[in-house]
């Protein structure tokens, strides 16, 4: 056994698998693509807006990089079908502001991005539990103003049921 040949054949396959990866990535439906980002890169955002709205492009890609997202819909319309791994927080039910207090002790940090999402268009839901979720001192807080139907009709990751 030539033991000077395996370090240079290791690394021509790890090559080989990274381009071969990286093809395959490259013809994926885009809510099946692997993410490259290897931290969450947020808009940059003013320290003195309590929130910034965003297009659904960017929640995407904040989705893909493991951004925390959450659904301020009432939760029986939640249950019919929300963004996949978001966390319901139904802005309007009782209870609303012991969940937003609640993040911080299941170990979320203050400088988590975290995307708000609600119905698009003229629901306000979204923008007030951004505003709840910025007076508990998270500071990085999105809201994606397109909401769950405008992700939904591209055919992005959702789910159904009470699971995240």
Not at 139 to 160: A, E, H, M
């Amino acid at each position: 056994m030539n033991w000077k040949r395996i370090p240079a054949e290791a690394a021509a396959v790890l090559i080989a698998a990274i381009f071969v990866g990286a093809g395959t990535n490259s013809f994926r439906p885009e809510a099946r693509k692997v993410s490259w980002i290897l931290r969450v890169e947020a808009p940059p955002k003013d320290p003195a807006l309590l929130y910034l709205e965003i297009t659904d492009e960017v929640a995407l890609r904040l989705h893909r990089a493991g951004a925390i997202f959450i659904d301020a819909r009432r939760s029986n319309v939640y249950e019919q079908g929300h963004i996949r791994n978001a966390i319901s927080i139904p802005v309007w039910e009782h209870g609303a502001d012991d969940q937003v207090s609640a993040l911080q002790a299941k170990g979320i940090k203050s400088d988590a991005v975290i995307v708000v999402y609600c119905s698009g268009g003229n629901c306000e839901d979204a923008g007030r539990l951004a505003v709840k979720l910025a007076q508990a001192t998270f500071f990085n807080v999105y809201v994606d103003k397109d909401g769950f139907p405008t992700w939904q009709s591209k055919g992005w990751p959702i789910t159904w049921g009470k699971q995240r």
